[in-house]
């Protein structure tokens, strides 16, 4: 399941400012991992400096465009959580390796899943897809549902040299994941997806 941690942060009172706070995201970061690696052979740990950095960057980025949420407030949130995405990739704040009780071969269907084959990736898709749709719920808009190829192991390994070569296509892989209509020439520009279109006029200072 790509969304372990959903329920459980859904039940945060006000989470739409919670989420702007680096302590929840922190709390709910790591909780989002004890969830996905509870029955994994992996072991995650954090750099909380990095996780910071992703943090700062992405609220620098928020809060210049959250004037965009007047308009098509659910797109918004999926596209901040994009955002928080492309962050945490660029900042590279999880590291895995094998626990030292795991068993030195997987069985065939586990190490085919994704947390297994690029575990940085599935795990703050995940983070940012429950938090985006725990936000959702919580306004009463349209959740984004996980789409079938999301469990497709060649959709993660595209997605993981794509986004080598440009950080911003995560945004796009973001939308894929939840079943949005990606812009992959300037998947980070939120003027240009459909639902803000000409948006940037609007600006506010």
Same mark, same amino acid.
Request: glycine fraction near 4%; hydrophobic fraction near 40%; include cysteine.
């Given at each position: 399941m790509l969304t372990p941690l959903k329920d459980e942060i859904a039940t945060l009172p006000d989470l739409a400012h919670e989420a702007r706070r680096f302590r929840t995201i922190l709390r709910s970061f790591e909780r989002n991992l004890d969830l996905l690696f509870r029955d994994s052979p992996l072991a995650a740990h954090v750099d909380h400096a990095a996780l910071a950095t992703a943090f700062a960057n992405w609220r620098e980025r928020f809060d210049a465009t959250k004037h965009l949420a007047d308009i098509n407030r &659910? !797109?918004?949130?999926? #596209? =901040?959580? *994009?955002l928080m995405l492309k962050e945490l990739l660029a900042a590279h704040p999880l590291q895995t390796a094998p626990r030292e009780d795991a068993p030195s071969?997987? @069985? *065939?269907?586990?190490?085919?899943? /994704?947390?297994?084959?690029?575990?940085? *990736? #599935?795990? #703050?898709?995940?983070?940012?897809l429950s938090v985006a749709g725990a936000i959702l719920h919580d306004m009463g808009l349209a959740e984004p549902e996980a789409t079938? &190829?999301?469990? @497709?192991?060649?959709?993660?390994?595209?997605?993981?040299?794509?986004?080598?070569?440009?950080? =911003?296509? =995560?945004?796009?892989?973001? !939308?894929?994941?939840? *079943?949005? /209509? /990606?812009?992959?020439?300037? /998947?980070?520009?939120?003027?240009?997806?459909?639902a803000f279109a000409g948006a940037n006029l609007l600006a506010k200072n």
């Open positions: &659910q !797109d918004f949130v999926i #596209y =901040a959580a *994009g071969r997987l @069985d *065939g269907k586990l190490a085919l899943h /994704p947390l297994n084959s690029w575990p940085e *990736g #599935y795990a #703050y898709t995940s983070f940012c079938p &190829q999301s469990n @497709d192991p060649k959709f993660w390994a595209s997605f993981r040299e794509n986004v080598a070569e440009n950080p =911003a296509a =995560a945004v796009a892989f973001f !939308d894929l994941v939840c *079943g949005n /209509p /990606p812009n992959w020439d300037a /998947p980070d520009v939120p003027w240009l997806r459909r």
